[in-house]
């Protein structure tokens, strides 16, 4: 018997042992389960597949039965975009007002994907636009997976390519705070690393936090991805501006946390991402602080120039600044790459794209309005 659509249970996003209950409940025998799970793990996460029809290794009476039962389709894309760099952007929505922002970087060796784990966010970075945006919700494991899917799909990268893929790496540096989502994307990053599906190498994946110190340890020993530490500043009165979450967190306990990062080598750096922001944190004495502040720790520096949006209280730093703050880093024997901004012309910085979405739905709602007839009075 087929439930209707809207009470269908999604399969994307289940892990091995949540897709292996699914089946028991729908009623098939035991004997039959674990290999059921790896054949639909295969059309799911190597094949790409969308419809029950395409899954040939399946009985045709098994399709049907599934199909009646569970979903497997992609959110609904409400916008795509493409750069003139190849960047390429994508506004997704997961229900009435839950949208979310999906970016691909495509540079000479490599291809990121950018993926966001909440609509909105709760941490109200200044220089974030995102910090801009009310949290709506976490994402569901689901949801996140489903953004890797809709980048796969758009690059037609399907089946699961061995060499020359286009999508290397994926970043949890889109909206909202992966550490207050973990259980989610601790489950998304188990299906996009697994090697008979989507096989991103957890070296690949890398997780970007704000700072939230007592969940850090947690990464390395449960996820087993790389890390990202957000930290724009390298002393608490500008930081707890910028990242008012270190208000609660402070650069000590940070740090110390970053110290005690399960796996931390060289060949498993830390990465910290500075935000190149005009007059705030970029002097050379900031430079100089940053190294020392980041003393003993394994790392690698990004220094981003800030993206700016309307009605951002920041700016970007000067080009020759930006340089000589490189120089500092880098003669203290730190990688610090100046990072290219990408897509410009897209609204490639994260939320802009939402935001422009979200004002488009008031406006319309407006005209509704006007354009509604005024009830008589008697």
Same mark, same amino acid.
């Given at each position: 018997?087929?439930?209707?659509?809207?009470?269908?249970?999604?399969?994307?996003?289940l892990s091995r042992a949540?897709?292996?209950?699914?089946?028991?409940?729908?009623?098939?025998?035991?004997?039959?389960?674990?290999?059921?799970?790896?054949?639909?793990?295969?059309?799911?996460?190597?094949?790409?597949?969308?419809?029950?029809?395409?899954?040939?290794?399946?009985?045709?009476?098994?399709?049907?039965?599934?199909?009646?039962?569970?979903?497997?389709?992609?959110?609904?894309?409400?916008?795509?975009?493409?750069?003139?760099?190849?960047?390429?952007?994508?506004?997704?929505?997961?229900?009435?007002?839950?949208?979310?922002?999906?970016?691909?970087?495509?540079?000479?060796?490599? #291809? &990121?994907?950018?993926?966001?784990?909440?609509?909105?966010?709760?941490?109200?970075?200044?220089?974030?636009?995102?910090?801009?945006?009310?949290?709506?919700?976490?994402?569901?494991?689901?949801?996140?997976?489903?953004?890797?899917?809709?980048?796969?799909?758009?690059?037609?990268?399907?089946?699961?390519?061995?060499?020359?893929?286009?999508? &290397?790496?994926?970043?949890? +540096?889109? +909206?909202?705070?992966?550490?207050?989502?973990?259980?989610?994307?601790?489950?998304?990053?188990?299906?996009?690393?697994?090697?008979?599906g989507l096989s991103v190498?957890?070296?690949?994946?890398?997780?970007?936090?704000? #700072?939230?110190?007592?969940?850090?340890?947690?990464?390395?020993?449960?996820?087993?991805?790389?890390?990202?530490?957000?930290?724009?500043?390298?002393?608490?009165?500008?930081?707890?501006?910028?990242?008012?979450?270190?208000?609660?967190?402070?650069?000590?306990?940070?740090?110390?946390?970053?110290?005690?990062?399960?796996?931390?080598?060289?060949?498993?750096?830390?990465?910290?991402?500075?935000?190149?922001?005009?007059?705030?944190?970029?002097?050379?004495?900031?430079?100089?602080?940053?190294?020392?502040?980041?003393?003993?720790?394994?790392?690698?520096?990004?220094?981003?120039?800030?993206?700016?949006?309307?009605?951002?209280?920041?700016?970007?730093?000067?080009?020759?600044?930006?340089?000589?703050?490189?120089?500092?880093?880098?003669?203290?024997?730190?990688?610090?790459?100046?990072?290219?901004?990408?897509?410009?012309?897209? +609204?490639?910085?994260?939320?802009?794209?939402?935001?422009?979405?979200?004002?488009?739905?008031?406006?319309?709602?407006?005209?509704?309005?006007?354009?509604?007839?005024?009830?008589? &009075?008697?």
């Amino acid at each position: 018997m087929q439930v209707p659509a809207s009470q269908k249970t999604p399969l994307i996003g289940l892990s091995r042992a949540s897709l292996h209950e699914a089946l028991t409940d729908f009623g098939l025998p035991a004997r039959q389960v674990r290999m059921r799970v790896g054949q639909i793990w295969h059309w799911l996460y190597w094949q790409g597949a969308t419809d029950f029809d395409t899954m040939t290794s399946l009985s045709k009476p098994l399709r049907e039965q599934l199909a009646g039962h569970f979903d497997i389709s992609r959110p609904e894309i409400v916008t795509q975009q493409i750069s003139e760099d190849g960047t390429r952007k994508w506004l997704i929505r997961f229900g009435p007002g839950v949208e979310a922002e999906t970016v691909f970087i495509p540079e000479e060796n490599r #291809g &990121t994907l950018c993926i966001s784990s909440q609509v909105g966010c709760t941490l109200n970075c200044r220089f974030c636009h995102t910090g801009t945006q009310p949290l709506v919700r976490n994402l569901t494991s689901g949801e996140i997976v489903s953004q890797i899917l809709i980048a796969r799909d758009a690059l037609e990268e399907w089946p699961t390519p061995a060499q020359g893929r286009q999508i &290397t790496n994926i970043v949890l +540096m889109g +909206m909202g705070e992966p550490l207050y989502n973990f259980d989610h994307v601790k489950t998304a990053m188990d299906i996009a690393s697994d090697g008979e599906g989507l096989s991103v190498s957890k070296r690949r994946i890398t997780l970007s936090t704000a #700072g939230v110190a007592p969940m850090i340890e947690r990464v390395g020993r449960e996820m087993g991805v790389m890390l990202a530490i957000s930290l724009h500043a390298t002393r608490d009165e500008l930081r707890d501006e910028l990242v008012p979450l270190n208000k609660k967190y402070p650069l000590t306990e940070l740090m110390e946390a970053c110290r005690n990062f399960p796996g931390l080598s060289n060949a498993r750096r830390i990465t910290f991402e500075y935000t190149m922001l005009k007059d705030k944190n970029d002097t050379p004495e900031d430079a100089r602080a940053l190294v020392q502040l980041l003393k003993g720790i394994p790392a690698k520096i990004n220094l981003i120039p800030f993206n700016p949006w309307p009605g951002s209280p920041y700016e970007c730093s000067d080009w020759e600044r930006i340089e000589a703050f490189a120089e500092i880093i880098n003669r203290a024997g730190y990688a610090s790459p100046v990072r290219t901004p990408r897509g410009r012309d897209i +609204m490639a910085a994260c939320g802009q794209l939402k935001s422009a979405s979200v004002k488009q739905r008031a406006s319309e709602r407006r005209r509704q309005r006007q354009n509604q007839p005024v009830a008589e &009075t008697a």
